[in-house]
């Protein structure tokens, strides 16, 4: 039941034309530089709460009290949406790339002031909970969280992997993984890294990872159908293991439009601090966009699974496809349900205190 009504909702909230807040104002698409917005006042009345319980966690004076407050403060966080991405955006049979409407913002009815209040809001408490997997991984009682972030364009893709890491504490256990640029012969590995995450109890973000070592001979013939398509088989029994060890996988595909990737390209010549980032092959990819659809589709259909979903999240507002993945990593990690460590069996905290004086 959950499945089917999850599936009716992607296809209400993320049809062409259809799945925009309400606005005024067109935002910028990359989230500066616009009109300010009126802020939604559902939604302000929401992170005003989540803010005040945000305020209490550290003046809890037990652990069992400060869990359960930093539990309550994401679920008020959560509260924005009028349906969580985790179910509104997660891919199921059925559900085609080219349906998604990459200017769209499903589930949220706010604008960009409001997603980057909640985004700010977010990040802090993700830290929080990569804190404390760092701190159950020093006691090897936890796992760890892998991230793939895809797009078709590289800096939506690289700003939704910045929400990801931007506010965890990097000293204490988060990666991010940027492998060079996949080329025709062959994509790129992540699976060394992620099967680090999950011994080491860390959060890996891959902006590039195994699945390009389908996509690509898939799209330009550089290697037997039958070696690439084999793969399918191999990167499922990966991450199967992957979340058996108890790593919990986030698998995300920034959908941005051709507009707004024309918009990016362009971008880049006008701004000659930006010439280094154009690459001709970028063209020779958009040339192909249908060819590169089609293959991430059929990846979708063969990877996305119960313990390793796909999320499609329309990527051309950049203020939305952030909050979004701020969201799932989020709650992804509140759902590890990790408590604090206690002291060692050794350690005598009453003969600690009288040996320090």
């Known amino acids: 039941m959950l499945h089917k009504a999850a599936h009716g909702t992607y296809n209400r909230g993320m049809a062409k034309g259809d799945g925009k807040s309400d606005k005024t104002d067109k935002p910028d698409k990359s989230g500066k530089g616009a009109k300010s917005e009126k802020t939604d006042k559902r939604i302000d009345k929401v992170l005003r709460l989540a803010t005040n319980r945000i305020e209490t966690i550290e003046s809890s004076t037990t652990v069992a009290e400060r869990l359960a407050n930093a539990a309550k403060s994401s679920e008020l966080l959560s509260a924005v949406w009028s349906l969580p991405p985790a179910q509104r955006l997660m891919f199921h049979h059925g559900v085609h790339i080219d349906d998604v409407a990459g200017d769209s913002t499903p589930g ?33 009682r936890a796992a760890g969280c892998s991230s793939c972030c895809r797009a078709w364009t590289p800096p939506a893709r690289a700003a939704s992997c910045a929400t990801c890491s931007g506010r965890a504490t990097r000293w204490a256990s988060t990666i991010t993984v940027s492998a060079s640029r996949p080329t025709r012969r062959r994509g790129t590995a992540s699976c060394a890294g992620g099967t680090r995450a999950a011994k080491e109890r860390w959060i890996a973000v891959f902006d590039r990872s195994h699945y390009e070592d389908i996509v690509m001979p898939h799209v330009y013939g550089t290697y037997p159908e039958a070696e690439w398509r084999g793969r399918y088989d191999l ?63 059929e990846v979708f259909e063969k990877t996305s699974t ?52």
Request: glycine share 6%.
């Open 235 to 297: 990167v499922n029994e990966f991450e199967r293991s992957l979340a058996a060890d108890g790593c919990a996988i986030l698998k995300i595909f920034l959908v941005v439009s051709q507009e707004e990737q024309k918009r990016h390209f362009l971008g880049r010549l006008n701004d000659p601090t930006k010439y280094w980032k154009f690459d001709m092959s970028d063209l020779d990819a958009r040339e192909r966009w249908d060819d590169y659809m089609g293959a991430w589709q």
């Open 306 to 357: 119960q313990t390793a979903p796909w999320y499609l999240v329309p990527a051309d507002n950049r203020w939305y496809s952030r909050a979004v993945v701020s969201e799932l990593l989020r709650t992804t990690l509140k759902n590890m349900n990790m408590t604090w460590p206690g002291l060692d069996p050794d350690v005598d905290p009453d003969e600690v205190r009288r040996l320090l004086g």
């Open 108 to 140: 949220f009815p706010g604008g960009r002031d409001d997603a980057e209040r909640f985004i700010t809001l977010s990040s802090s408490e993700i830290a929080r909970y990569q804190r404390l997997l760092y701190a159950n991984g020093v006691k090897a």
